[in-house]
């Protein structure tokens, strides 16, 4: 059973930063790729960045500039470096990992952004 544990949410001041960290509890080569995603209330779920296994990174629109995600290939982590927040990223961010048909959520971080 794969484990995805995300950390590093919090409250912050808008024009903050935050970097949140998904840990995979196996390689996180043997996914397809991983991402974060983020659900604010009354909102679907919704991609905010992912990285394939080759490295590829792909971003929201609303986040493209603010937000990088980069792995640490040893630690079998990955990272959401969130920098200039806004209020409009309050959200509860979760992990997501795929590998082939399987996919895998954390439990979910949440992060408050005040205006």
């Known amino acids: 059973q794969v484990q995805l544990v995300e950390s590093g949410g919090g409250l912050v001041q808008a024009g903050g930063s935050l970097r949140l960290s998904c840990a995979a509890s196996r390689s996180i080569f043997s996914f397809n790729a991983v991402g974060w995603y983020r659900q604010a209330p009354g909102k679907q779920r919704e991609l905010v960045a992912r990285?394939?296994?080759?490295?590829?990174?792909t971003y929201a629109d609303s986040v493209q500039g603010r937000f990088t995600i980069f792995r640490d290939n040893a630690k079998s982590t990955v990272y959401l470096q969130m920098n200039s927040l806004k209020p409009a990223d309050t959200a509860v961010y979760y992990c997501?990992?795929?590998?082939?048909?399987?996919?895998?959520w954390g439990q979910g971080t949440q992060v408050t952004v005040s205006s």
């Open positions: 997501n990992a795929i590998a082939g048909p399987q996919e895998f």
């Open positions: 990285i394939s296994k080759s490295g590829t990174t």
